[in-house]
């Protein structure tokens, strides 16, 4: 079980709006930034959103982050197909020694 | 072009030992932090360990506390990974990840490059 909880999986048509939601607790998301990652079948995964709502560039701005209290959401609007993918939160973990925590992933299909 | 290549994942029974080496380019290697993150068959990403800049600092997840160690050569450009007393529930695709700061974690800081990882397998 994942210290980041994410939905499994999500869905959406070509051009809708779809979230993805990473829910933490004080420790992890409450005090610390949340990244994003976007992971294709036997790809490495990419940065997507850093600091919350951050993109680094190339980054598309149809993909955007927000974060409030212990929980943070993925955006991505404008769906397209080549958007379907497997996406992680992360975030550091303050609790005992201090580790890096992911989500246990949300694998989104374009329908 | 800044590129992470993996290498040294193999077939290993279990309680064997097995070396991961991370071979750096296009960057400067000791600006930055370096991690390890792995994912098994059917699973999800899992932070396995990180270092610092200089390698003093080193943290690693439970699972494989006191039986991996992480270093550095920053003359080399390269990270090991060295994994002792391997369990089958260590069988996973490994990739190390560029930090973009220089401690194991910095407010903001995030994994921004990534290698394509390289495959252990931990069976009899």
């Known amino acids: 079980q994942s210290v980041l909880t994410q939905p499994p999986s999500a869905s959406g048509t070509p051009g809708q709006r779809v979230t993805i939601s990473c829910s933490g607790s004080?420790?992890?998301?409450?005090?610390?930034?949340v990244t994003w990652y976007q992971r294709f079948p036997g790809m490495a995964p990419k940065l997507l959103i850093y600091s919350d709502n951050q993109r680094p560039s190339g980054v598309p701005d149809r993909f955007s982050g927000s974060k409030s209290g212990t929980s943070a959401s993925l955006a991505i609007s404008g769906l397209q197909s080549e958007d379907e993918a497997d996406y992680y939160c992360t975030a550091w973990d303050d609790s005992l020694s201090g580790h890096w925590v992911f989500g246990g992933g949300t694998k989104l299909t374009v329908l | 072009e800044v590129q992470l290549v993996e290498s040294g994942g193999d077939l290993v029974q279990p309680g064997r030992s097995l070396r991961l080496s991370c071979a750096a380019s296009g960057f400067t290697f000791d600006d930055y932090a370096m991690h390890w993150v792995r994912q098994a068959p059917g699973k999800g990403l899992e932070w396995v360990s990180s270092?610092?800049?200089?390698?003093?600092?080193?943290g690693y997840a439970d699972s494989v506390k006191g039986r991996f160690t992480l270093s550095r050569d920053n003359a080399k450009n390269s990270l090991y990974l060295q994994m002792n007393s391997l369990r089958a529930e260590d069988t996973a695709f490994y990739y190390c990840a560029k930090a973009t700061c220089s401690s194991i974690n910095c407010y903001g800081g995030a994994f921004d490059i990534w290698g394509q990882g390289t495959l252990v397998t931990v069976s009899s």
């Open positions: 270092i610092s800049w200089n390698g003093v600092a080193t």
């Open positions: 004080r420790s992890t998301i409450g005090i610390n930034t």
